[in-house]
């Protein structure tokens, strides 16, 4: 994933900046070394200014509220929503700290932060896509036990594994993008005549590349998409069971319920993972392939808009988020015990 990265940080070579003047400036003009600023006009300037204002406020805006909501509401502390929250903070993130520099990268041509700074990105930015990418997993994995073997389902996953999962991962992929960005950290222009001053970009080799891809990437979604080609199988399965037993006339209310609400919550998920995919992998096939910058840009804007798109599916399919906006906006939570109420029905204090 690191050495595409290259690429998705630096935004292929399409990325300019402003400048009123014709001349050629350069992003540091007191150093020889400097990179060269490209030229915008003032209104692609100031539309994409907005556009990266707006798309990061709506990111992290919404994942805060689904952050609010899962960490406030005592009936959302259940192992899916967890993992679900986990999702969500790796989206902030991304709103947070990923879309604002790049897009004033994107916007100005010149990274303005300095070789730390630099260094702490990239650790950043590899942890935000690993992070995704293992709660997906996660999720995966919760929908799979959950649905396939459900009497086994309280006893495999509780929130305690549930919390220690989500730990190490969090843990274990911080360590890994540390390691690989300091391994392969050639940040000091003075080691580097391939770059200029005002650049942010790493140079992995070749093992490195194939580790990463397989680890961050092609293990996780051949997991992912396995799991759930057998969720949807077994779903299937069940819904044919559960209608011959009603022709027969024979009780499986509970049951079926049960199971309903599983295959449901399956679903919504599933519709969240295959979005996040399909963000994904066109941008990784291209990156691995000779193809125009301006291509890769807009594929990479295309995996940072992602970020912003969980909270809808959450509107759209589950009640309780409805019910917690609606509080959260309306400072509900405020109230005493605001935390017991069930929210699973219309909130009213």
């Not at 759930?228 to 049951?255: D, H, P, T, W």
């Not at 959450?314 to 309306?330: C, G």
Request: charged share 15%; net charge positive.
């Amino acid at each position: 994933m690191k050495g595409e990265q290259n690429k998705l940080l630096t935004g292929g070579d399409s990325v300019m900046a402003y400048e009123t003047e014709d001349r050629e400036t350069q992003c540091f003009p007191a150093i020889n070394s400097s990179c060269i600023k490209g030229k915008r006009s003032k209104y692609e300037y100031n539309i994409m200014y907005v556009f990266v204002s707006f798309l990061s406020a709506w990111t992290v805006f919404l994942n805060l509220l689904v952050i609010i909501s899962i960490s406030h509401f005592k009936k959302l502390h259940t192992p899916t929503n967890l993992i679900i929250l986990s999702l969500s903070v790796a989206d902030l993130l991304m709103g947070l700290i990923v879309i604002p520099i790049e897009g004033t990268r994107l916007i100005e041509t010149c990274w303005y932060f300095g070789d730390t700074y630099c260094r702490l990105f990239m650790i950043i930015l590899g942890l935000v896509f690993s992070a995704s990418f293992s709660s997906l997993g996660l999720i995966a994995v919760d929908r799979y036990v959950a649905v396939c073997h459900p009497l086994q389902y309280p006893q495999k996953i509780t929130t305690t594994k549930t919390l220690v999962s989500i730990g190490l991962s969090w843990l274990s992929f911080s360590t890994y993008n540390t390691i690989l960005v300091i391994y392969n950290g050639y940040f000091d222009t003075s080691h580097r005549t391939d770059m200029c001053y005002g650049e942010c970009s790493v140079t992995v080799g070749f093992a490195w590349r194939v580790t990463d891809l397989f680890m961050s990437f092609i293990f996780p979604c051949t997991l992912i998409i396995t799991l759930y080609l057998r969720i949807f199988y077994v779903a299937r399965q069940q819904v044919k069971v559960i209608n011959s037993l009603m022709k027969g006339g024979k009780c499986v209310m509970e049951g079926s319920v049960r199971r309903k609400s599983e295959r449901k919550a399956a679903l919504t998920l599933g519709i969240i993972v295959t979005v996040y995919l399909l963000c994904y992998i066109p941008y990784y096939i291209c990156s691995m392939s000779v193809i125009s910058s301006t291509t890769i840009s807009f594929l990479t804007w295309v995996v940072y808009t992602n970020s912003g798109l969980n909270p809808l599916v959450y509107a759209l399919f589950y009640s309780w988020f409805k019910n917690t906006v609606k509080n959260i906006l309306t400072l509900k939570i405020f109230q005493p015990k605001s935390s017991l109420v069930n929210i699973f029905t219309e909130y009213q204090l």
